[in-house]
């Protein structure tokens, strides 16, 4: 009977091992949920509607609730950093949102001026306009990754279109930087990994082809402009920062079997990165 007991015993212990062995190897959703909050206007110089306008469109799907409050407010602190700027930090997000507005509507309408002494010169040059909006990209084991994009059109010959990556520890609500992932000593390593990405993308079968589209292959290196998923990292170049402006935004991801080795161990994305390399 007590050998039977203690089977029992033993049963039940090796089953709540494995199971949480499984648990740790599986991708868990995060408790973190969003609301979409939609803002826009339009504003006529002289509040004329035959005078030139400036469009403003916003669209915010922020983080919304959380089972700790405390780190609630410091994830979305972060988040409307990186969505409009440091400026608006400690406003709530909507409240935030609508702080903005009217912020870069009073901008703009400091042109009334210019138009005032300068009629003759005026005209299309003075329609601006700008649009923002956000995508959360990964919500699960503990991170969080979403990118802002934004387009601004302020008279010139074309607009201009940005993304914006950041990735979020939910433990701590801090943001996740290249020095929290990889040692200084291997980005060369990893530089080497994106550009090779990025040639294996285009259909090369080597980097030196990619200046042939007009890459410019020493600007292709690890930045800040990152986010992770179940996948890899994926980083985002925007126009002109590594190619002419009509190859637009170069997006790499580079897959976590490659990046491993390069990765920290006490890195708090490691487990993830190894975890995923397995599968």
């Known amino acids: 009977m007590r050998t039977l007991r203690k089977f029992t015993i033993l049963s039940i212990i090796c089953s709540a091992v494995l199971i949480g062995c499984k648990d740790e190897k599986i991708l868990?959703?995060?408790?973190?949920?969003f609301d979409t909050y939609k803002i826009g206007k339009k504003q006529h110089?002289?509040?004329?509607?035959?005078?030139?306008?400036?469009?403003f469109q916003l669209t915010m799907t922020f983080p919304d609730k959380y089972p700790n409050e405390e780190l609630l407010k410091k994830i979305q602190?972060?988040?409307?950093?990186?969505?409009?700027?440091?400026?608006?930090?400690?406003?709530?997000p909507k409240e935030a949102a609508n702080k903005y507005e009217t912020?870069?509507?009073?901008?703009?309408?400091?042109?009334?001026?210019?138009y005032k002494e300068e009629p003759e010169n005026s005209g299309a040059w003075m329609n601006y306009e700008q649009i923002?909006?956000?995508?959360?990209?990964?919500?699960?084991?503990?991170?969080?990754?979403?990118?802002?994009n934004l387009y601004t059109f302020t008279g010139g010959a074309h607009g201009m279109s940005?993304?914006?990556?950041?990735v979020l520890n939910l433990k701590t609500a801090a943001p996740i930087k290249l020095n929290d992932i990889f040692e200084d000593r291997n980005l060369d390593k990893v530089g080497e990994l994106i550009r090779m990405s990025l040639a294996q993308k285009l259909g090369y079968n080597a980097i030196s082809k990619l200046e042939d589209d007009g890459y410019d292959v020493a600007a292709i290196v690890p930045?800040?402009?990152f986010y992770i998923n179940e996948t890899g990292i994926t980083w985002l170049y925007n126009p002109y920062e590594i190619a002419a402006y009509v190859v637009g935004k170069s997006e790499i991801i580079v897959p976590y079997a490659d990046l491993l080795i390069y990765i920290n161990e006490d890195s708090a994305v490691y487990p993830l990165a190894k975890m995923q390399s397995n599968n």
């Open 28 to 33: 868990k959703d995060n408790d973190l949920s």
């Open 103 to 114: 912020d870069y509507i009073a901008d703009y309408m400091s042109l009334e001026n210019i």
């Open 132 to 148: 923002l909006d956000n995508k959360i990209l990964f919500n699960k084991n503990d991170f969080l990754s979403y990118g802002v």
């Open 45 to 55: 110089l002289l509040n004329d509607t035959t005078k030139a306008a400036c469009n």
């Open 223 to 225: 930045t800040e402009n």
């Open 162 to 166: 940005s993304t914006v990556f950041q």
């Open 77 to 92: 602190k972060e988040f409307i950093i990186t969505f409009i700027g440091e400026k608006y930090e400690n406003l709530a």
